[in-house]
């Protein structure tokens, strides 16, 4: 069974960081594209960024580069995203998804998602 | 790429169908994902590549179009299908979602 758990979501004053981590289980890792995407509260969806199987290859959405960084770490089956300078448009809860595959960009799976405000 | 859905809410009766509609600013050919979202969970993804059903979907779910005219047709609604659902295209990067159809219960 595919599982994704995301972690690290907290309260954090704008301009402060963040690192969300994803463990994930249930499939080969290294085969997969990984993504993050986002929900402000009460909001659509936000699609963050990309990274695919070695790392080698990132996209992100223009409201966040330079500011996000998205890694992985394929030994320990881990996403992450590395979130500085934190505006207050940057709460959401932010998800962890794996690609359906073969580079498809359809997110498939999906964990429960990590809770990030960002206000003083 | 600006996806649109209509209409904004569905008001419909458990048993009757649903007809969402996702329009995209340019043609996005078939790269068209639908997904659903129950209040409080995570998104699901139901319908990839404009009309192909994801695994355990079921078959009252189907999609079609193409280029920028996309629709998902829930037929004979269950007490489950009544959600948010969101188109979402994968042409142009940055992927985008459509703003979501609330389907809720008349």
């Known amino acids: 069974e595919v599982r994704l758990v995301e972690s690290g979501g907290d309260l954090v004053q704008p301009g402060g960081s963040l690192r969300l981590s994803c463990a994930a289980s249930?499939?080969?890792?290294?085969?997969?594209?990984m993504t993050w995407v986002r929900q402000a509260p009460g909001k659509g969806l936000e699609w963050v960024a990309n990274?695919?199987?070695?790392?080698?290859?990132?996209d992100y959405v223009d409201s966040v580069k330079g500011r996000f960084t998205i890694s992985r770490d394929n030994a320990k089956n881990s996403l992450y995203v590395q979130m500085n300078n934190l505006r207050p448009e940057d709460t959401a809860v932010y998800y962890c998804?794996?690609?359906?595959?073969?580079?498809?960009?359809?997110?498939?799976?999906w964990g429960r998602g990590t809770l990030v405000t960002v206000s003083s | 790429i600006v996806l649109t859905q209509s209409p904004a809410t569905l008001s419909l009766s458990p048993g009757e169908s649903a007809t969402l509609s996702c329009r995209a600013s340019?043609?996005?050919?078939?790269?068209l994902a639908w997904y659903q979202q129950r209040r409080g969970r995570a998104p699901r993804l139901l319908i990839y590549?404009?009309?192909t059903r994801a695994t355990g979907i079921p078959a009252r779910f189907s999609g079609s179009g193409s280029g920028t005219d996309f629709t998902l047709t829930i037929s004979s609604l269950e007490p489950e299908d009544f959600a948010v659902y969101y188109c979402?295209?994968?042409?142009?990067?940055?992927?985008?979602f459509g703003q979501g159809t609330k389907v809720d219960i008349k």
């Open positions: 990274i695919n199987q070695d790392g080698s290859t990132i």
């Open positions: 249930g499939f080969t890792f290294t085969h997969y594209w």
């Open positions: 340019q043609s996005v050919t078939n790269y």
């Open positions: 998804a794996r690609d359906l595959g073969d580079y498809t960009n359809y997110a498939a799976y």
């Open positions: 979402q295209q994968r042409r142009n990067w940055p992927w985008t």
């Open positions: 590549d404009a009309f």
